[in-house]
């Protein structure tokens, strides 16, 4: 299969989401007009109220994107970095972006070179904050909440990566050395 038709299917599945949104719409509106228009006024109603937290996730991943590069950020993973590599692992997995399999290969790659067990379990639990998205949790669920679910989450990070550290030391046999 050529590059140009793999391009031209990809354009083709973008459509059938928003082309299936404005026929489902066409449908309610050819049966329940009223419906429809209240339908249509409550989602731009909520697309306004996320444009500028939207816009803001977009201006941050992009600077993230051009200063912080994923493999400057995997260097300080290092299994003897001890509690300054674990903040580190934490803060990498919080301002890491893209899909999570795509860090994957690296990160077996950084543990077969000495990072530490802990270290990725801590950077994989971080993933799930992430601070480009805050304006928008905070729009819709409130500040204090927010703020007590990221406190936990990133607890719970560092709970699982010493936990997952403990475990698969435990289980992993001593070098032999004599």
Same mark, same amino acid.
């Given at each position: 299969?050529?590059?140009? @038709? @793999? ?6 599945r973008m459509i059938y989401f928003p082309a299936s949104v404005i026929a489902v719409y066409g449908i309610i509106?050819?049966?329940? !007009?009223?419906?429809?228009?209240? =339908? ?31 493999? $400057? ?7 003897? =970095? ?16 893209? !899909?999570? $399999?795509?860090?994957?290969p690296m990160l077996k790659e950084l543990k077969a070179q000495g990072a530490g067990n802990s270290s990725i ?6 993933? =799930?904050?992430? !601070?480009?998205?805050? !304006?928008?949790?905070?729009? $819709? ?5 927010? =703020?007590?679910? @990221?406190?936990?989450?990133? @607890? ?5 990566? $010493?936990?997952?550290g403990a475990l698969v030391e435990k289980k992993m046999p001593k070098p032999n050395i004599s």
């Open positions: 299969m050529s590059n140009r @038709t @793999t391009r031209k299917q990809s354009a083709m509106f050819a049966f329940m !007009p009223d419906r429809a228009f209240l =339908a249509f006024k409550s989602s731009g109603i909520i697309f306004f109220n996320i444009i500028i937290p939207l816009s803001l996730v977009f201006i941050l991943m992009i600077v993230l994107n051009l200063f912080l590069k994923p493999a $400057y950020i995997a260097s300080f993973l290092g299994k003897e =970095a001890g509690i300054k590599g674990i903040i580190l692992s934490m803060t990498a997995g919080i301002i890491s972006t893209g !899909p999570i $399999y795509a860090w994957y379990a801590v950077f994989l639990n971080s993933r =799930a904050v992430k !601070p480009f998205l805050l !304006p928008i949790m905070i729009s $819709y669920f409130g500040c204090l909440y927010v =703020a007590i679910l @990221t406190v936990f989450t990133i @607890t719970g990070s560092l709970v699982a990566g $010493y936990t997952v």
